[in-house]
Structures are given as C-alpha cells and as structure tokens.
C-alpha cells in the first residue's frame, strides 16, 4: 500500500522536569507528616504540645517559612521533626525558584519573539494548525504560536508550551495588533491563520497584512469553504493597488488534491485515458474531479480521447454540471458519467466499464470510506495504489496495513488500498506557498510559450521558450507581476472577477478592449524594464540587457504588439483555469 509520510504525534517530552517536580511535592508532603509527628513528641520545658491538632497543624506549617514558635526554645528535637526543619524549608526555597523560573522563563520567551526575525506565526491549534506547526519545526523554522482559545481573549503575552522549550505562544487575539506586535510581526517571514474559524482566519490575515513593514511578508488565511476560498481570492486579486503582503486564501481539500496527483499523477492505461471513479462530490471529491482533468491536460494537451469518469454521488449530476460551468476545460477533458445514488447504482448501470483503473473514495464520513473500499471488491483491481480512501482523524490506521513495516496487522489488498491523510498531505509549507498568483503566473507562461509556438517561434532565438521549471528567475517575476496587475486593468474597463459559481453573464472584451488592456500590459513591462537597467536594441541580449520592446508603444513593431494582443485575448482562458470569470460592474 502507498501512504503518505508519518508526521503524526509529537515526540514525547524528557521527563526530567517532571520528576524533579513529583519529588519536590513528595518532601512537602512528607515535611507536613513529619512536622506534625514530631510536634507532638516534642516537649520544651515539659510541656506536650499535643493537645491542639489545630495547634500543632499552625505550627507545621510555620517550619515552611523558616520559623515555628516552639522550635525556639532550642533541642534536642525528635527525629521525625528534625528532618521536617531542614525539608520544610527546603520546598520553600525550591518553590521561590521555580516561581522566579517560570516569571524569567516568561520574560525571556517574550524577549526571544521581539528579537526573532525570519520566523513564521501559525495561529490556531487544531488538526491544520498542529500538523502545520510539525512540519515548519521539522524543516527547521522558529515557529510562534498563537492557539485557538486565545484568539477571542484579552491581553497579550509570550506563555510556555507543551511542545518544547523552543516552542513559544502568545496569548490573545490574533487580528489585535498588540498580539501580532508581541509575536513579531514585524520580523516575521510568513503568517498562516489557520483556526476552525474562517471568518477569523481572514480577519486575522487582513489585519496582518495592513500592517506598514520594510520587508516582505507572506499571509495565508485558511477557508473551509472552497467556493468561498475562491471568492475571496478573486477580490484579493481584484485590487487595483495590491498591498505589500503577500496574501493568499487556502482550502485543505484543494491542496490536497494538489498533492495527490503530483505524487500519484494519472498514467495512460492499454494505451488509452484510464477509467477513473469518485465515490462522493465531497469538496475533496470536487477537488480531485477538476485536478486530475488539468494535470491530464497539460500531459495530454492534444489527446483525443476523454478521460471517462463515473462520479457517484446523490447530487452526482448537479455537481457535474456546476463544475463544468465553474471550469470549461472540464468537459473537453474529462466524460463525467453521473450516478445519483451510491455504489450499487454504478455497479448495475453498464454505461461505464468495470472494473475500474482509479477509484477515489472521498466521503466526508470516514468510517463509510474505510468501509466501502474495504467491501466493495468490484474496486480492486486497478493495480496499486489505485483505491484513495481520504481519511483525517483515521489516518493513522495506514500503518496496520502498511507491508513496508514489519509490524503490519491487516491485507492491503495486493496494493491497491491506500489510506490518504488530507490535512497531513495539505499542511506542507511548500504547497500553501504555491498561490494563486504564482499558479496564474505558471499558466500565463504556458499560455505565452503555445502562442509563440504558433508563431513559429524556437527556444533558441527566445530564451523565454522553456518550460516553468526551466525559466529563469526574472522571467517568473515577469509573469507573477503580470497576473498581480490583472485587478488594476480589469477596473480599467470597469470589470471586476468574479468566481464561476452559479449562474452569471460573463464579459467578452471587445477588440477595443483587448487594444486598450495590451496598451496597459506594456507600459507596465516596459517601466519594470527600464528600472531593472534594460535598454533598446533591435536583437535581444539578455545577457547585456538589450531587448527591442524596450520602446513606446506607438513604436513597436507589429509582431511586438501582437504579443500583448494575444496575452490579453488569453485573459479569459487563463481566469478561467482558476475557476474565474471577467463580469462588468461598471463605468470604464
């Protein structure tokens, strides 16, 4: 069976403290036993004190504070209340320090956030935030905390924690700026609100990234919801001026989608498409549905045939049709199959062949998951890992049926079955930092290189003709500016983005527009340019900064204001890969 990477559960804590604590309570204990006893043996002048419990009690507790009344009279002292006197005194000394400890520790932390730089804020302490938190120590990252609980409480303040002496929280509410001061903020190399709440995490975010800073940060903001995930990336990337932070909204489910398919991607089965079902239009089901069409695109971008997929779901043929309204690619990929019902209605319906080559299973409902890939033996024989089960809080069951350790317990089904955590998978610094604009970016690269590829055009007399993974860094600046100034030139012509949910008409920009908008994306290449040093020269030289777009627009060759037309008529291609759409909302 193939499973993700370990990661779950914390390393236990030395128990050296703990020890030393139990012990010290221990003496206390016994100093008070001790006290008592010997108090009541012990006579000065002839007088037994052992007639008031009450009595002798006061005076024990008098031997924690360096004095008792009776004891001044001098020995010989019982042996029981020997040992009490020096004890007694002992654990009060012990408590002082632990007290002065614990106040100097509290300092010290807060002093160590102040003073940290580079490091990263996570707030929220849940599943996401957790297993985040791991993975950014584990890579090596100083980590600041800030817990759910404390996000709707009052004050602020650096307190311990439970995973470590370099772990440090700070307690309060995470979008008052007094508490992102006091986890330094204005030091810090990335935020991510990631509580239960949504709503909070994008109040967190946004009070983050108002913030005046001199250098960079990076915000991410997790949405349960993805459709509202998409939304509020959609008015992020709408802004005309986008602040300095870089901002960014995440969904676990599409992440781990993400994931899946660059681990596991989609491989041609008998020289054709595989045969591919989804067990549940869950948002990880959705997810995966739109995934696997676009890595199959980009693998297969001229194939011929469609990738058959049998999506199972009580809702199976509205969510087909949603989805291939929020992504057009997707019917020109994919030939969604829909079965209102569960796996019985696909197993007796003889529109999609059995058995299957892929099968995601992706209920909300795990113990229904493991359930059905576990019974369903219709599903096995896809090869293996070809049966995803998504798990979260059952993740941790892939280790019973994992044959790579010893210690297995259960039959992986030659293969086939493999458990996949969700958050686990989603949580990994990398992929959260992989945003839109950087995925925008990518796909206006790949849009330019088919463009010039139409053209005729050969990597050798244009060094920008490679693949993203090859493409100097500059050039990705490039097209990362690019899709930043997409907000900036759609309000231009009083349009704004809109998220492919639901029913809505959507603008066709016009050849007047396409000139205006290619007008714009010039001016701002050419301003980038000529601050970064370039100059104009009939050949390009990228070596000597030479480039023949370097010049005004009305000066361009035709073939150079082609390209802005073509980058600007691929717009709504490009929006609509990310799931957008170019609506007007008013006045050019």
């Known amino acids: 069976m193939r499973v993700s990477d370990g990661g779950f559960g914390d390393p236990r804590r030395a128990p050296t403290a703990n020890v030393l604590r139990l012990l010290f309570a221990a003496i206390g204990v016994v100093s008070v036993v001790f006290g008592y006893f010997g108090l009541r043996e012990y006579a000065p002048d002839g007088q037994s004190l052992s007639g008031s419990p009450l009595d002798l009690l006061y005076y024990d507790l008098q031997l924690f504070v360096l004095g008792s009344p009776p004891l001044d009279e001098g020995g010989p002292y019982p042996v029981l209340l020997d040992i009490a006197r020096f004890s007694a005194p002992a654990f009060t000394v012990y408590a002082f320090v632990e007290a002065g400890r614990a106040l100097f520790a509290t300092e010290l932390r807060r002093w160590r956030i102040r003073r940290s730089r580079d490091h990263v804020i996570v707030c929220g302490d849940g599943m996401v935030a957790s297993t985040l938190t791991r993975r950014l120590r584990a890579a090596g990252e100083k980590v600041v905390t800030v817990p759910s609980g404390a996000v709707t409480g009052t004050g602020s303040g650096a307190v311990p924690t439970d995973a470590g002496p370099d772990a440090l929280r700070v307690a309060g509410a995470a979008r008052d700026p007094d508490v992102l001061r006091a986890a330094g903020i204005d030091r810090a190399r990335a935020l991510y609100a990631c509580t239960d709440d949504s709503a909070g995490n994008t109040a ?26 998409l939304a509020l990336q959609a008015r992020h990337l709408g802004l005309a001026e ?38 549940g239009a869950t948002a990880f089901g959705r997810a995966v549905l ?26 199976a043929t509205t969510t087909a049709a949603q989805l291939t309204h929020r992504y057009p690619f997707l019917s020109r990929v994919c030939r969604i199959i829909p079965y209102d019902g569960g796996l019985p209605e696909l197993l007796n319906d003889d529109r999609f062949a059995l058995p299957p080559d892929r099968v995601f299973i992706c209920y909300d409902d795990e113990e229904r998951a493991l359930k059905t890939a576990l019974t369903a033996e219709q599903l096995w024989h896809g090869g293996p890992g070809s049966v995803v089960v998504r798990l979260d809080r059952l993740a941790s069951l892939r280790a019973a049926f994992d044959h790579e350790r010893g210690d297995h317990l259960l039959d992986d089904l030659s293969g086939a079955l493999r458990l996949y955590g969700v958050v686990h998978a989603a949580c990994d610094p990398a992929l959260i930092g992989d945003d839109l604009v950087e995925r925008l970016a990518r796909v206006i690269h790949e849009s330019y290189l088919m463009s010039r590829r ?102 361009l060759h035709d073939d150079m204001r082609e390209r802005n037309h073509d980058a600007i008529r691929e717009l709504p291609a490009i929006l609509a890969d990310a799931g957008f759409r170019i609506v007007r909302v008013g006045d050019a």
């Open 242 to 279: 986008p602040p300095g932070a870089r901002v960014d909204f995440f969904n676990i489910d599409d992440l781990a989608a993400r994931k899946l398919f660059v681990q596991e991607p989609l491989v041609a089965v008998r020289g054709g498409p595989p045969r591919v079902v989804i067990l």
């Open 290 to 315: 739109a995934e696997l069409a676009r890595r199959w695109r980009v693998r297969e971008p001229h194939g011929p045939n469609q990738v058959p997929v049998a999506l199972v779901d009580d809702e």
């Open 454 to 555: 139409r053209h005729g055009e050969q990597p050798e007399a244009n060094p920008a003709l490679v693949p993203w993974e090859d493409l100097p860094e500059p050039l990705r600046r490039t097209n990362r500016d690019q899709a930043k100034d997409i907000g900036r030139k759609l309000r231009e012509l009083g349009c704004a983005l809109s998220p492919r949910v639901g029913p809505g008409e959507e603008h066709s920009l016009a050849e007047s527009e396409i000139e205006r908008l290619a007008i714009l994306e010039h001016q701002r290449w050419l301003s980038a340019r000529v601050a970064a040093g370039w100059r104009y020269a009939e050949d390009r030289d990228d070596d000597r900064l030479l480039h023949p777009a370097v010049r005004a627009w009305d000066h």
């Open 204 to 229: 967190i975010a946004l009070s983050a990234a108002r913030r005046g800073r001199r250098t960079p940060l990076c915000v991410y903001a997790q949405v349960a919801d993805p459709e509202l995930c």
